[in-house]
């Protein structure tokens, strides 16, 4: 991935949860907007559709309509964009005052018992070369540094020890076992959700993953590293919940081939007014009641979003990305989800339908079990 490098700053001050408690970060800065991929993919005319029944609703557009997942059809590995830019909450958000803790009890004796840690960029990257994880996931990457004279580098990296050592996050032997512990978890995953959150002109980047009974949510934003760690069993309820609460929005779950979403409009232009994309629909096969019920869901600004997608390894370390990407969208009328599936044909389709943010947790959790290893 690449990455607009940005201003390092080191953030200091104790930021762990003690007894399994959430600890209040501050509010980060505003960044700038993320910045998509999108290309042309063929449309589907004639496809097997995946369900036997739709309901529909009928509605006007007047808006441009901002295909936030317009290029599902073509992720059939992982979610990949270019310069994400982050701000501040696992039941802590970012994108939100911090809430209800993600973990609710420090029953069990661990070392990933209940955390939060905040990291600088400098901290994040000598943590992780002290224990030697190896290459970061695309999605916690971090921009180029200036280059340094190996006397230089050496000297950062002891100031940036002693800071960690400061703040109880190292010392003489090594870093933290609660820091080593869920930075291990970050690197290696059996489980993994890769992604963003965006709540206005604030985007974060995120990773969670899960070996056994315990969980790791890391978040990157241009300025610092923000790890939490829970339970597996609330691993999607947490990466939904950075995301601000809304209803269901309006309407139906319609499906629509995946390919009349992912073509880019004309001029190469990602937006299309909602005109142009029931045409689109329409002259695609699509239903004329279908067509209009989709452009009416994803009419007008779009205050929220996220895109996730995910992975899971083999007994032998190896990684399986999911074959898409889903998608939330909330308009101020409520919340949808555009989930990607297979017709019985094997053609790609999109669901677009209504959803709470328990909802969206229940369809991340469909996309993880959507991996399956041979």
């Not at 007047?62 to 994400?84: K, M, N, W």
């Not at 950062?156 to 930075?183: C, I």
């Amino acid at each position: 991935m690449d990455h607009r490098a940005g201003r390092q700053r080191t953030r200091s001050g104790g930021d762990r949860l003690a007894g399994g408690q959430t600890v209040r970060i501050p509010a980060g800065p505003q960044f700038l907007a993320l910045r998509q991929n999108r290309g042309a993919a063929a449309a589907v005319n004639r496809a097997i559709h995946p369900t036997t029944a739709q309901q529909r609703v009928v509605g006007g557009v007047d808006h441009r309509v901002d295909l936030l997942l317009g290029d599902i059809a073509l992720h059939q590995g992982d979610l990949h964009s270019h310069y994400f830019k982050v701000a501040t909450g696992w039941y802590g958000r970012l994108l939100a005052p911090p809430c209800t803790p993600w973990l609710k009890s420090n029953t069990e004796r661990i070392a990933l018992r209940g955390i939060t840690v905040e990291l600088s960029y400098e901290e994040y990257r000598t943590a992780w070369q002290a224990l030697d994880l190896g290459t970061r996931h695309w999605n916690l990457d971090l921009p180029g540094i200036p280059e340094l004279t190996e006397q230089e580098r050496r000297a950062q990296a002891a100031s940036t020890l002693e800071d960690l050592r400061a703040r109880g996050l190292a010392n003489r032997r090594g870093m933290a076992p609660e820091l080593e512990d869920s930075l291990r978890l970050v690197a290696s995953p059996v489980c993994e959700i890769n992604g963003w959150v965006q709540s206005g002109a604030t985007q974060v980047r995120l990773l969670a993953g899960s070996r056994g009974e315990w969980a790791v949510l890391a978040m990157l934003d241009e300025h610092r590293l923000l790890v939490r760690t829970g339970p597996a069993s609330e691993l999607c309820t947490a990466v939904a919940r950075q995301l601000p609460d809304r209803p269901a929005g309006p309407g139906s779950s319609v499906s629509v081939p995946s390919g009349l979403l992912a073509e880019p409009a004309n001029g190469g232009k990602p937006g299309l007014t909602g005109e142009q994309l029931e045409n689109r629909l329409t002259r695609g096969g699509v239903k004329p009641d279908d067509a209009r019920s989709v452009a009416a869901m994803l009419r007008g600004p779009k205050p929220s979003a996220g895109k996730f997608g995910a992975a899971r390894r083999d007994g032998n370390g190896k990684r399986h990305p999911a074959g898409a990407a889903l998608a939330y969208l909330a308009t101020e009328r409520g919340g949808h989800t555009l989930q990607p599936l297979r017709g019985p044909d094997g053609t790609a389709w999109t669901t677009l339908a209504p959803a709470t943010l328990t909802q969206l947790a229940q369809r991340i959790d469909q996309l993880v079990d959507s991996i399956r290893i041979r």
